[in-house]
């Protein structure tokens, strides 16, 4: 029987930590505003209304960005 060898090659493992580390900066952008919204809320003196529009541009962001 051959041995089959698992070798991965650097640029594969390099673009693995490029899509990992992007998809937590980009989890950690969109959960952050709904962590802290009682924060935004008491330093800004801001509405429910005002913060939910806060919260939807992110998904904005994301459907703007899907047609440019």
């Known amino acids: 029987m051959k041995k089959q060898s698992h070798e991965v090659s650097k640029g594969l493992v390099f673009l693995f930590y490029?899509?990992?580390?992007s998809?937590?900066?980009?989890?950690?952008?969109h959960g952050i505003?709904?962590?802290?919204?009682?924060?935004?809320?008491?330093d800004l003196k801001l509405t429910n209304m005002q913060i939910g529009v806060l919260g939807?541009?992110?998904y904005f962001g994301l459907v703007i960005g899907k047609y440019i």
């Open 56 to 58: 939807s541009l992110v």
């Open 18 to 21: 490029m899509i990992f580390f």
């Open 23 to 29: 998809n937590l900066l980009i989890n950690l952008d």
């Open 33 to 42: 505003l709904a962590a802290c919204t009682t924060e935004l809320r008491d």
